[in-house]
């Protein structure tokens, strides 16, 4: 194993079942510590349990754990604790596998089924910075819980539905089908979408036409269905191109827009009905939930059928989740959407639960997020109070980062100096976002996500690069994927960076524990700064003794490695110099 943290883990849960079988499946905390490796804090909650003094009970693990070969040093402390270091040689060792192509992380056992709903933006409106998170957050757990071994199904839960969609058409038969067109296509989504809200509002004649229009859309009239589907094929156009630029792995294949289960709406209500969860409230049709009420205490509906007979938003939901988990066999849900949604979402995985369609072990996660603010504390917006269009956020990106390839890296040809300011602007504004705990709001401050200071995407890219420039600097082809790691610690910052390495597997579980990527931003964030002091430390080039000039261009190999694979869990590029 890989990970000496996950091996220390199995070993002392070994060693609990056998001091007493009362312990089976007890999870031994374990944390890095100061004082050694690692300390291991489970004597005094289970010394508790079993009510037995903790320092005794740590005095039996100690005696009981088998670690020979794995810890050359053990020692209980203080009320209980166990501190551990590790043998030199075993942690070396522990980076034989972290060349290989899962860089010693394990295969998830058993791989999932995820659907994963996320990006979600509307058709012929503008991406909101609010879809930005989605997509970013989103796309990294894919990749990051595909590369754990899972199966992942990527939802792009389009809004391409309901009654807006009277007025969009109209506005584009007025508009004409071609300018109309080009006018979706090249990004002015607000502006169409404006327009055809200023005329709604201001001109009842119109207002008519849209009202007629969604009606003739909802009865399936051919003709009105062409022209949605060129609203929605447009808008379609554009989200591609803008994931295209960002290197966000959805694909055209992964819209399943709200539309997608027109058709399964009627039977939906029908098996809600069949199984006695309908109650008919002021005409509408609903489901009450236990525990979710409004603010006088009230039990709360979620609306499958409003009064006048159409669906809305809940109703699709339903169709959606039911789709998912009985269609699909999936086993996990993920729904990637602004903390605001959060009400919505859990009613109608708490309906899914009453109808039973989500049964445990399944389960469906609303992975919730924060606002973009603006320097002001405000949500996120242009000067001009509008909202930021992700394009022209692209644009500025790549434009500031340019900036700082040109005066960082004024050996780069023009070609080269383009494509590395394309990875460090695109990356900056996705590891601004990844960095910090999802659940809270962040600041989009321009000047600290392209710092090449702290805690962002340029300082871990520039990392890597330096990393990847010692080879060339020497003339040397970089290890091979096949060739042995031949790590042997003799300085106390080789040993500092081999432990860091080693958690990598570590870093990239505790994505997948609470959907945190910030975890592994903070894990390479670590990465970078110990192979920064190692790199003071130690000459790697210049080292005297030709074993460990090897060890040590070993340990910048695979740092390099790790960093990119990393950097690529999160959906950044790391170019190779910079
Ligand atoms: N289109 C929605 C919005 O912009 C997000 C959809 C989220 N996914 C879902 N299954 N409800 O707010």
Redesign the pocket.
């Known amino acids: 194993m890989a990970d000496p943290q996950l091996l220390l883990r199995q070993r002392f849960a070994e060693a609990l079942e056998r001091i007493d079988p009362s312990l089976a499946g007890a999870d031994p905390v374990i944390r890095p510590s100061q004082h050694a490796d690692f300390q291991v804090n489970s004597a005094m909650a289970l010394g508790k349990r079993l009510g037995r003094n903790p320092r005794e009970l740590a005095d039996q693990l100690l005696a009981e754990v088998e670690l020979a070969g794995i810890a050359s040093q053990l020692e209980v402390a203080g009320p209980g604790f166990i501190n551990v270091t590790l043998d030199d040689a075993y942690l070396a060792g522990c980076l034989a596998d972290l060349r290989d192509p899962r860089r010693g992380v394990p295969a998830a056992e058993p791989a999932e089924r995820v659907v994963i709903?996320y990006s979600?933006?509307?058709v012929a409106k503008e991406m909101h910075v609010?879809?930005l998170r989605?997509t970013v957050i989103g796309d990294a757990l894919a990749r990051t819980l595909g590369f754990l071994g899972n199966e992942i199904i990527r939802?792009n839960?389009?809004?391409d539905w309901g009654t807006p969609f009277g007025m969009l058409i109209e506005h584009l038969l007025d508009l004409g089908e071609q300018e109309a067109a080009t006018e979706l296509s090249v990004g002015d989504l607000n502006g169409f979408y404006k327009q055809a809200r200023t005329k709604f509002d201001g001109d009842e004649a119109f207002a008519d036409r849209a009202r007629a229009r969604v009606v003739a859309l909802q009865a399936g009239d051919v003709e009105t269905l062409r022209l949605w589907r060129l609203l929605v094929d447009q808008s379609e156009l554009y989200f591609s191109s803008i994931y295209d630029r960002m290197g966000v792995t959805l694909t055209d294949t992964d819209y399943r827009g709200?539309s997608a289960y027109n058709e399964l709406l009627d039977g939906v209500v029908d098996e809600l009905r069949a199984k006695g969860l309908l109650v008919t409230d002021d005409g509408a049709e609903c489901v009450f939930p236990e525990g979710f009420v409004g603010r006088e205490g009230e039990p709360l509906p979620l609306i499958v059928r409003k009064r006048d007979g159409g669906y809305g938003?809940a109703a699709?939901?339903l169709a959606?989740i039911r789709f998912r988990m009985l269609d699909l066999d999936a086993t996990w849900l993920l729904?990637v959407?602004?903390a605001p949604?959060s009400e919505?979402?859990e009613m109608v995985f708490a309906v899914a639960r009453m109808a039973g369609w989500l049964e445990p072990p399944a389960r469906a996660e609303h992975v919730a997020f924060g606002s973009v603010l603006g320097d002001d504390g405000k949500i996120f917006r242009t000067r001009s109070g509008e909202t930021v269009k992700l394009a022209d956020l692209i644009d500025e990106a790549i434009g500031r980062a340019a900036e700082v390839v040109a005066t960082k890296s004024p050996h780069l040809d023009a070609t080269e100096q383009a494509e590395v300011a394309e990875a460090v602007g695109v990356g900056a504004i996705k590891y601004a976002d990844l960095s910090s705990d999802r659940v809270n709001d962040y600041v989009f401050d321009w000047d600290r996500m392209l710092s090449l200071q702290g805690n962002t995407a340029p300082y871990l890219q520039y990392a890597h690069a330096r990393a990847r420039s010692i080879f060339r600097k020497a003339d040397l082809e970089p290890p091979t994927a096949d060739q042995p790691v031949a790590v042997t610690i003799t300085h106390a910052a080789e040993r500092e960076l081999t432990k860091q390495l080693v958690a990598f597997a570590g870093a990239v579980a505790s994505v997948a524990d609470g959907m945190r990527p910030h975890r592994l931003c903070t894990y390479l964030f670590d990465l970078a700064q110990t192979y920064t002091a190692f790199y003071e430390q130690c000459p790697v080039l210049r080292a005297d003794d030709e074993a460990v000039r090897a060890s040590r261009l070993d340990l910048c190999d695979l740092t390099a490695g790790v960093l990119a694979q990393g950097l690529d869990l999160l959906g950044i590029e790391a170019p190779e110099r910079i």
């Open positions: 709903d979600a933006p509307n609010g879809h989605s939802h839960h389009l809004g709200e938003y699709t939901d959606a729904y959407v602004g949604q919505h979402l």
